[in-house]
């Protein structure tokens, strides 16, 4: 969990505005917090302010960043007390890496995780080389698209990730030719070299438009947290956010499977889609089901586009805080599960918020430029 998603997701913890599945994700990168909501201290709204005005600051004094590898996940790590009465905050914030070095990386950055543990920080439209242990290229960087070479021979899988920061995009070509065009706040974690004989897998969290190479001989596989989509040579989202209840995979063309543990241990339920159609995962009872829908409504993120259709709000409020990298506390209830129907073009917020507000009512209010008050 990088530290803009850590501080998003306590934001909406100490406003009470926090989903189940969120609080789960905050939880398990901090198993020190303790429950502040029930404190009188928390209920009185000028207190919450100077907890999270206090918190924010030793976060800033008190953060450090230590490179350690943790495998595909990348998990932060500071702590930082703040006694505000009789109440006291802890916690504990875990950021993954490898070196013992104290480097600190931008809280808006892309960052590249290769294989020895060291994180290069990509710049928008730079120039980076990327190389193995031995200073042989890999990869280069060409403005906005990481692209790996597709010469050369492996011997053993070594793995590089990318991520994503809330805000931005990218897109990344694999050493087979795939295509990879990555949304904000999502994660890749692939090798640099595939090998013969074997299934090309990577792994992702988020949200990822792929275009497949075509290759028999060795499928494709993408795992997306409990999910499984196997395929050969074709084109498909995938949205698989850890926060969200769901797993979607949208074919556009080709065909894929999708595969994950059953309710029975030790089976596989196996989902067949043909382009046009959606396949979704429900995380909690892990069945998978399909429906046919409008492609374009799920891949027009690739061009800058927000398109909401028949969408709680309570998920378009997940998509724009993605999208904008802005907290948004909705103190509003009887929204959340209310369903609306959207288009929005390459717009600043203020304009989504506005024309939200002129078609449905919704009112709203815009602090310091980094957080959103729905009312």
Same mark, same amino acid.
């Given at each position: 969990m990088r530290e803009q998603e850590f501080r998003k997701l306590l934001d909406k913890y100490l406003n009470g505005s926090i989903s189940d599945e969120e609080k789960k994700i905050l939880e398990k990168f901090n198993e020190n917090m303790i429950s502040i909501n029930d404190s009188p201290h928390f209920k009185d709204e000028s207190n919450k302010i100077e907890i999270k005005e206090s918190l924010w600051k030793d976060i800033k004094v008190e953060s450090r960043f230590n490179k350690k590898k943790t495998g595909f996940w990348r998990i932060a790590a500071a702590s930082a007390a703040v006694f505000i009465g009789i109440m006291t905050l802890g916690y504990l914030y875990i950021y993954n890496t490898r070196a013992t070095s104290l480097d600190i990386i931008?809280? $808006?950055?892309? =960052?590249?995780?290769? *294989?020895?543990?060291?994180? *290069?920080?990509? @710049? @928008?439209?730079? #120039? &980076? !080389? &990327? =190389?193995?242990?031995?200073?042989? &290229?890999?990869? !280069?960087?060409?403005?906005?698209?990481? @692209?790996? #070479?597709?010469?050369? $021979?492996? *011997? *053993?899988?070594?793995?590089? =990730?990318? =991520?994503?920061?809330?805000?931005?995009?990218?897109?990344?070509?694999? #050493?087979?030719g795939s295509k990879a065009f990555l949304n904000s706040g999502s994660s890749i974690k692939y090798p640099v070299k595939f090998l013969d004989g074997q299934d090309r897998s990577v792994f992702i969290s988020g949200e990822a438009y792929l275009n497949v190479a075509k290759d028999s001989a060795h499928p494709f596989i993408v795992n997306a947290g409990k999910l499984n989509v196997r395929v050969l040579g074709t084109a498909f989202n995938v949205s698989a956010y850890p926060e969200d209840e769901t797993t979607e995979v949208v074919l556009v063309e080709g065909s894929v499977s999708l595969s994950s543990e059953s309710k029975n241990e030790g089976n596989e339920d196996v989902v067949m889609l043909e382009p046009g159609f959606k396949g979704v995962l429900d995380k909690r009872d892990k069945n998978i089901t399909k429906n046919q829908v409008i492609t374009a409504m799920y891949t027009s993120w690739i061009d800058g586009k927000l398109v909401f259709r028949d969408m709680t709000f309570e998920n378009i409020v997940k998509r724009l805080e993605r999208h904008y990298n802005i907290s948004i506390v909705n103190k509003n209830k009887s929204l959340s599960t209310k369903k609306f129907n959207a288009n929005f073009g390459d717009e600043p917020i203020e304009k989504v918020l506005e024309e939200l507000k002129s078609n449905y009512g919704i009112k709203f209010k815009i602090i310091d430029n980094s957080q959103v008050i729905i009312e």
């Open positions: 931008p809280e $808006n950055a892309i =960052t590249l995780e290769l *294989e020895d543990g060291r994180l *290069e920080i990509i @710049e @928008e439209n730079g #120039s &980076v !080389q &990327v =190389t193995d242990k031995k200073g042989a &290229v890999l990869g !280069q960087q060409k403005g906005n698209r990481l @692209e790996y #070479s597709e010469t050369g $021979n492996a *011997e *053993e899988l070594i793995f590089n =990730t990318l =991520t994503i920061p809330f805000g931005k995009k990218f897109e990344l070509k694999l #050493s087979d």
